[in-house]
Nanobody, 124 residues
Framework: QVQLVESGGGSVQAGGSLRLSCTVS????????MGWFRQAPGKEREGVAT??????IYRHSVKGRFTISQDNAKNTVYLLMNSLNPEDTGMYYC???????????????????WGQGTQVTVSS
């Protein structure tokens, strides 16, 4: 089992920045990818960014604005979000995948462990 706890969400104005953190614990030996997903009211959950050894994947709409990183010494994954806009509003979830396919496909079905989420609200 892998336990994930997110923090760092909040309310910001358009153009602002936030950094989300995800503290990871438990049996992480088989983890291949860590990812951030988001879900807006009335919409499906969508992948935002994924990180694995040697690389990362970003959703097209966040490329150049968001940066995913991890600090193995602190067992923490980060999502730095710059130039936020109202379309970035949603609940942000941290997730872990034990499947190799997560290196090429950012699909929530490939992630078996999830945090409770942290809310991000961007006002215009």
């Amino acid at each position: 089992q892998v336990q994930l706890v997110e923090s760092g969400g909040g309310s910001v104005q358009a153009g602002g920045s936030l950094r989300l953190s995800c503290t990871v614990s438990g049996d992480t030996f088989n983890t291949v990818c860590m990812g951030w997903f988001r879900q807006a009211p009335g919409k499906e959950r969508e992948g935002v960014a994924t990180i694995y050894t040697g690389g990362s994947i970003y959703r097209h709409s966040v490329k150049g604005r968001f940066t995913i990183s991890q600090d193995n010494a602190k067992n923490t994954v980060y999502l730095l979000m710059n130039s936020l806009n109202p379309e970035d509003t949603g609940m942000y979830y941290c997730a872990a995948s034990q499947y190799e396919i997560c290196r090429t496909t950012m699909t929530s079905l490939n992630f078996g462990f999830w945090g409770q989420g942290t809310q991000v609200t961007v006002s215009s």
